[in-house]
């Protein structure tokens, strides 16, 4: 099944990307919040009543995500600066249908158990690769509360799948969150419309907390009464209903990274002024590990500002745990800094859009750069890139990541660039609002 959608960046093969002859110096808008949109859009249609969604990220997994509410009959309107998403108060319109998420892990995960908390029969579909990561820890929490899940492949963790709902239970439920927090987001924002109070303990660890915190706040904002243990060792969830509201998605604090990235290679300015660093995401971090790296960072104004040094600097060992999404802007400036930098605790991003470690290394080995690969992560060291054709591996943050190191290497260049659409389908524009000379063929 396709991945790309409508609002996707078509009819592009290569991304070359021209070293630039000055530091990078500029002030930018990014895009509404991907992981913040989809959250949005399906908690809007479990409501009572009609929602209004600005800032949504007009991107591939928000298309598909659009798409499928509406293949389960919610009315959804896309303006030019407002989403109207008319909520079903958790009764889907049609209830015996497929639906389709595209490659996106929030859509598949919350919808599925969204649609469980409902009453009806649905076949859910990702596209290829989807149909290749985990879903088993959901699975097995859904069924416990009641649902029927049937596998249609050879695969009984993954989708496609037949769910047959009729309701959740509540009560108490124990889950891992060592795979991925989304598992965990699922379970809660269906969480209001089971039968009776849900618990949910966490067995092991999360992965990256601020998600959750993230599904929290706007499970509240919608109505919801939620209780947390310290450190989300268990959350409660009473029963109740989403009450429709007026939304404004923020910015997307992932894809900033990049052009603070290009700030930090080329000992440039970059601000992202529609960003605070007292947001949820927890990839607004990544300045922080920009700063021990040598950057200046100004949090103070309007918006983030990164100023970066004459060269980055190494020798160090960075946990990526929280903020795993930037795992591969750090591997990807790591070989300009004057010291090896290790990155450990992103194990799990072996299942994401790629096996994001393999690629790191498969990337970097194939133009001059040495680097150890561990289970858990990866040692890159200093060296001199020479430029080729690197693949994307149809992976959104492999081809954003790597278009940096282009900033300073000639000759490189990412093959399938539409991938970007993901997350954000005006990256290469952006870069071209930095002053970065990009040619698409």
């Known amino acids: 099944m396709h991945a790309r959608s409508p609002w996707a960046l078509h009819g592009v093969h290569v991304a070359a990307i021209t070293p630039v002859r000055q530091p990078v110096v500029a002030d930018i808008v990014v895009p509404g919040s991907k992981s913040v949109t989809n959250r949005a859009l399906i908690i809007a249609a479990l409501a009572e009543g009609a929602s209004q969604l600005s800032g949504v990220l007009r991107s591939d997994d928000a298309y598909w995500c659009?798409?499928?509410?509406?293949?389960?009959?919610?009315?959804?309107?896309?303006?030019?600066?407002?989403?109207?998403?008319?909520?079903?108060?958790?009764?889907?319109?049609?209830?015996?249908?497929?639906?389709?998420?595209?490659?996106?892990?929030?859509?598949?995960?919350?919808?599925?158990?969204?649609?469980?908390?409902?009453?009806?029969?649905w076949t859910i579909r990702g596209s290829r690769r989807m149909n290749e990561r985990p879903m088993g820890e959901l699975f097995?929490?859904?069924?416990?509360?009641?649902?029927?899940?049937?596998?249609?492949?050879?695969?009984?963790?993954?989708?496609?799948?037949?769910?047959?709902?009729?309701?959740?239970?509540?009560?108490?439920?124990?889950?891992?969150g060592a795979t991925s927090s989304q598992f965990i987001s699922g379970m809660l924002i269906a969480a209001p419309y089971a039968q009776s109070p849900l618990t949910v303990e966490i067995v092991d660890h999360i992965v990256q907390h601020a998600y959750v915190h993230i599904t929290l706040d706007m499970m509240r904002e919608f109505g919801a009464r939620v209780h947390e243990a310290p450190g989300l060792t268990a959350i409660e969830v009473e029963a109740s209903r989403y009450i429709a509201r007026e939304y404004a998605i923020e910015a997307d604090a992932s894809t900033a990274c990049y052009f603070w990235a290009a700030a930090a290679l080329t000992g440039g300015q970059v601000r992202v002024q529609n960003l605070r660093y007292d947001t949820r995401q927890p990839d607004v971090h990544f300045v922080d590990v920009l700063a021990q790296m040598g950057c200046a960072v100004d949090t103070s104004g309007q918006g983030i500002v990164v100023q970066g040094p004459e060269r980055?600097?190494?020798?160090?060992?960075?946990?990526?745990?929280?903020?795993?999404?930037?795992?591969?802007?750090?591997?990807?400036?790591?070989?300009?800094?004057?010291?090896?930098?290790?990155i450990t605790d992103v194990e799990h991003i072996r299942h994401h859009e790629s096996d994001r470690l393999h690629v790191i290394v498969q990337t970097l080995r194939s133009i001059g750069i040495a680097v150890d690969e561990r289970a858990d992560g990866v040692t890159i060291?200093?060296?001199?890139?020479?430029?080729?054709?690197?693949?994307?591996f149809d992976d959104h943050r492999v081809a954003m990541a790597a278009s940096l190191m282009g900033l300073l290497v000639p000759g490189i260049e990412i093959e399938d660039p539409g991938c970007v659409s993901k997350t954000c389908p005006t990256f290469f524009d952006k870069l071209r609002e930095l002053g970065i000379q990009v040619t698409l063929s």
Do not use: C
Not at 71 to 77: A, I, K, P
Not at 140 to 149: D, E
Not at 319 to 340: H, N, R, V, W, Y
């Open 66 to 121: 659009i798409e499928a509410l509406r293949q389960l009959g919610v009315r959804v309107d896309v303006g030019p600066e407002v989403v109207l998403v008319e909520g079903t108060g958790g009764s889907w319109p049609n209830v015996d249908t497929e639906v389709y998420t595209g490659a996106g892990g929030t859509a598949a995960r919350f919808l599925t158990s969204a649609l469980a908390a409902g009453h009806g029969s």
């Open 140 to 176: 097995q929490a859904l069924l416990s509360l009641g649902a029927s899940i049937t596998p249609l492949s050879e695969r009984p963790h993954t989708l496609p799948i037949r769910l047959k709902a009729n309701g959740l239970a509540g009560g108490t439920l124990r889950m891992s």
């Open 312 to 342: 980055l600097r190494g020798g160090m060992t960075i946990s990526m745990k929280e903020m795993s999404d930037q795992t591969l802007t750090l591997a990807f400036i790591a070989p300009f800094a004057d010291g090896p930098i290790s």
């Open 381 to 392: 060291y200093p060296g001199t890139p020479h430029g080729a054709r690197l693949s994307s």
